[in-house]
Nanobody
């Protein structure tokens, strides 16, 4: 059982940076693969980034490769998404997600979801 709370969203100009954080409550955080998804108005929720149990494996959607970095700190039960060189098309509500097991899951079928945090990138 895991509870997830995102933070760090906000308004930023194109080219700027934001760092999203996801705080997890639960004794088995280290046994969950973690991921970030986003959902823009009128669009389906889409995969952004994921990280395995140990942090040894990561995966990103093509549109954010080279700009976003996902990381985790199992001791602090947190996962982060460092977002650099932000573009207007990155505007969305960003959701933290967790799935039991070591493998990365890139589909929206996740065991737990956070409430989301708004990221708005202006032109």
């Amino acid at each position: 059982q895991v509870q997830l709370v995102e933070s760090g969203g906000g308004l930023v100009q194109a080219g700027g940076s934001l760092r999203l954080s996801c705080a997890a409550s639960g004794r088995t955080f280290s046994n969950y693969a973690m991921a970030w998804f986003r959902q823009a108005p009128g669009k389906e929720r889409e995969f952004v980034a994921a990280i395995s149990w140990s942090g040894g494996s990561t995966r990103y959607t093509d549109s954010v490769k080279g700009r976003f970095t996902i990381s985790r700190d199992n001791a602090k039960k947190t996962v982060h998404l460092q977002m650099n060189s932000l573009k207007p098309e990155d505007t969305a509500v960003y959701y933290c997600a967790a799935t039991a097991g070591p493998g990365i899951v890139v589909v929206t079928t996740q065991d737990y979801w956070g409430q989301g945090t708004q990221v708005t990138v202006s032109s």
